[in-house]
């Protein structure tokens, strides 16, 4: 289990204007993700040097974005003027997640602009919907070029400032240790700054380690 990527949804300046602001602060340059025709968004990759990734998206005008989860979560918050949509952990096996949630993950794909499909499975996105500070899970499907290989990038993922409680996250991720201090359930790499909800909950800022120094976005 490790933080994957973390998810930014474009508000009405659009998409690539957002993944363009993104790219200069963070001196990243950004790569056209593609459609996810199963979720009614697109994205753009802003690769970091540790293996994760930046994610930034909008909703399409399409039938099926207001029909799944990932859909409604990318529109609501582009709809509310965009920012910081959430945090995504990778594991090998999300059996575990499914039986504790009770349900099936479910496919997600992507086209990439040069024809080439991504894919993989996730689960949660209901649990981010109700309750923001709450990551959601995927596991990708073998033989896939991971997003954080598609360019070069000397940035990496260094905080999350996330405004809900620790207890609650650790409990959502099914760990014994608080994320971000405990080595046996969570990998370190990532530091966390819990702080209380002024209002809703959820991923308020994210700290990366730049060329130029730390950025927070």
């Known amino acids: 289990m490790r933080i994957d990527h973390v998810s930014f949804a474009a508000g009405p300046e659009g998409l690539d204007a957002a993944a363009a602001r993104l790219g200069e602060a963070l001196g990243i340059e950004v790569v056209d993700g593609g459609n996810h025709p199963r979720f009614g968004t697109r994205n753009m990759v802003l690769p970091l040097a540790d293996g994760r990734w930046v994610e930034v998206v909008e909703p399409l005008e399409h039938p099926v974005t207001d029909k799944v989860p990932f859909g409604q979560a990318v529109k609501a918050r582009s709809e509310a003027g965009g920012g ?41 996105v209901k649990g981010l919907i109700a309750d923001p500070q709450l990551p959601f899970f995927l596991r990708w499907d073998e033989g896939q070029k991971h997003p954080s290989e598609v360019g070069p990038s000397t940035a990496t993922l260094a905080s999350l400032q996330v405004a809900g409680d620790p207890g609650r996250v650790r409990d959502w991720l099914g760990l014994s240790g608080e994320p971000g201090t405990d080595r046996e359930d969570w990998e370190p790499e990532v530091s966390f700054d819990f702080v209380a909800p002024n209002g809703t909950p959820g991923l308020l800022s994210v700290t990366f380690q730049t060329q130029n120094g730390p950025v927070t976005v």
């Open 84 to 124: 910081w949509l959430g945090w995504v952990v990778a594991m090998d096996d999300l059996s575990p997640v499914e039986e504790r949630l009770g349900r099936d993950s479910v496919l997600g794909n992507r086209h990439r602009p040069d024809g080439t499909e991504l894919t993989w499975r996730q689960i949660g």
